[in-house]
């Protein structure tokens, strides 16, 4: 079991209180970073909980429920306070995985919503947020379909996800919102220019996912562990070709500076993050519970600002090879336009 003194802040001025980083789930379903383990993964949700991080991230589509009905197994037995559960909603899928586009109607998020509270196995969810815009669905109607579910106590707060300046402007116009879940890492840094500037005014917290660039930023990419056919990051841009060595780099430049210091490349990207501010809220995606104690030594490493600028100087984000989605699917981001 992982033991640690985790600092706790609030999500946004109107959000839940967090631990200072959370446990994201989706890799625990189905095989899109390779095969999973039910019982590791239960285990390391049991040891983010324990170790201080109540906040636990998971989406209705993740495993076409699987990942719920894990999520919801895992918390069963803890008192329900002591989780604070951040739910997406949106995302269609089909048979065989298909993709089937997004639907934020407010109908459908509470259709979505009522399977999601019985797979988890609760009678609330504490924030809820669709996973992408709906480009059919104006986000107030949205966002206002989510403050009726919480007027009626199904949700507690409401949370957006990769959205641009201009919607999270017109989403808390409606009601208050808790955070904004999105990438953001040493090697992803677009939100910087408009969209942090526009959370901190308005008083919105971030999740950040994608810390460690889907394992680029660990020892495992760089060891040159072989993707499988079914992992999503065989077919994403930056783990593709020349950009993948281009990339491996950067993440070889990163490795020596964290040898400096006597931590993982992981740790270091970690620790970056959490230095960008105590608004935002790392949320990193540990299947296993060796995983989740590196990120917890993340929390205690002790970097100087020039420590920190030799980290941010040894991946330059200029010098990313690849966009972090593929081209479809950067077409759908609100936050990309």
Same mark, same amino acid.
């Given at each position: ?182 990438? @953001?890492?040493?090697? !992803? &840094? %677009?939100?910087?220019? *408009? ?6 005014? $308005? #008083?919105?917290?971030?999740?950040? @996912?994608?810390?460690? !660039? &889907? %394992?680029?930023?660990? *020892? ?6 072989? $993707? #499988? ?109």
């Amino acid at each position: 079991m992982t033991t640690s003194n985790i600092t706790t802040v609030r999500l946004g001025n109107t959000g839940p209180t967090v631990g200072r980083v959370g446990l994201g789930t989706m890799g625990m379903s189905g095989d899109i970073y390779g095969a999973s383990d039910d019982a590791e993964s239960i285990a390391t949700i049991h040891d983010a909980l324990d170790s201080g991080a109540n906040l636990i991230d998971t989406g209705d589509f993740y495993g076409a429920g699987h990942n719920e009905q894990l999520v919801g197994k895992a918390i069963a037995d803890r008192p329900r306070e002591d989780v604070a559960l951040s739910v997406k909603f949106g995302a269609l899928r089909g048979p065989g995985g298909t993709w089937g586009g997004v639907d934020n109607r407010p109908a459908a998020l509470r259709n979505f919503l009522i399977y999601s509270l019985q797979r988890l196995g609760v009678d609330y969810v504490d924030i809820y947020r669709p996973a992408r815009l709906d480009p059919s669905v104006p986000i107030e109607d949205t966002v206002g379909a989510i403050a009726d579910l919480v007027e009626a106590g199904y949700v507690r707060h409401i949370g957006l996800s990769e959205v641009g300046a201009d919607t999270i402007r017109r989403a808390a116009a409606v009601a208050p919102i808790a955070d904004l879940q999105i990438e @953001y890492s040493l090697i !992803s &840094r %677009g939100i910087e220019a *408009e969209i942090l500037p526009v959370t901190r005014e $308005l #008083g919105i917290g971030i999740t950040a @996912y994608g810390v460690l !660039s &889907r %394992g680029l930023l660990s *020892e495992s990419v760089r060891a040159g562990t072989p $993707l #499988g056919g079914n992992d999503y990051r065989a077919h994403t841009p930056r783990f593709q070709g020349e950009n993948l060595v281009r990339n491996l780099e950067l993440v070889e430049a990163l490795a020596k500076v964290a040898a400096q210091h006597d931590i993982s490349v992981a740790q270091s990207a970690i620790a970056w993050v959490l230095s960008r501010g105590t608004d935002i809220v790392p949320i990193i995606g540990a299947r296993r519970r060796d995983r989740w104690a590196e990120t917890v030594g993340a929390l205690d490493i002790g970097l100087t600002e020039g420590d920190l600028a030799a980290i941010e100087a040894a991946v330059p984000a200029e010098r990313v090879a690849g966009t972090r989605y593929a081209e479809a699917q950067m077409a759908m981001l609100d936050s990309e336009r």
